[in-house]
């Protein structure tokens, strides 16, 4: 199926840097493309002299799917540079970690710190994407009902019913009272909407919570509300958490 009106996955921008987990993305933008008939930018941000010998194999990549591609060629700081180019598209693609965060990134977290740094200043939906590109045809969300997780919810509603699929409402929480509460607001705006939708009120951690629902259902795609901390910690919906119990495309919402 594929989408033609206004949403969010009009123009997607993808940041390369010769690292597999940057070509996963670029394979992943390709699948959400195809489906909203979506332009495609690639970038590739040095930090020292390079060719452009990675985008015109991108772009390659990218007009042989039959979809229509623009490569941009920056020097400077790949976070900084990527979110200055994310205020001209609907949505960015990275892959976890890139070639200068090592096995383990930078103080070891999960995304790498230039993934991590873009979520932080980007004003656009950011996809931290998987090992292999997924289908993101049976989606979750981790909501929470804070202002972010909330924007997460209308993304998800949109995407879903593209995709025609059901959306699975993921909340954790020790008070299933409580809980019940919060995720009511999502169920009413998916009931509106006319998008199919389970609940699932969780014990344990955000992380094990999630983890646990996308084992019992299968789903391939999770979208989350950023909830960014001051400071040098990223705290993204427990993002990090989330990441490390889970191989799926996330999608972060500002």
Known sequence: ?????????????????GSPNADEAL???????????????VAHVKERDGTGELLERA???????GLRVETVLRQGHPDIELAALARDVDT???GRRGRSSGAHGAGGGVVGKTVA????????????????????ERCAIAYDGRDTAQRALELVARF????????????????????TMVVGDAEALLSVQGVAFVTHLEHGTPGEAVARVIRQTQC??????????????????????????TDIPVVIQP
Do not use: W, Y
């Open 27 to 41: 394979e992943q933008a390709v699948v959400l493309g195809k489906r909203f008939n979506a332009k495609l930018v």
């Open 160 to 179: 879903a019913s593209v995709t025609q699929s059901t959306v699975h409402v993921i909340h954790a929480t020790i008070d299933s009272a409580i809980g």
């Open 92 to 94: 960015v693609l990275v």
């Open 117 to 136: 740094s873009l979520i932080r200043i980007a004003e656009r939906t950011v996809v931290v994407c998987a090992s292999k590109p997924s289908p993101m």
């Open 59 to 65: 772009s390659e990549r990218v007009r042989d799917a």
């Open 220 to 245: 391939d795609a999770l979208f989350a509300g950023a909830h960014v901390g001051k400071g040098p910690a990223v705290m993204v919906s427990h993002a990090e958490e989330i990441l490390l119990h």
């Open 1 to 17: 199926t594929t989408c033609d009106g206004p949403g969010r996955f009009n123009i997607l921008l993808i940041g390369l840097d």
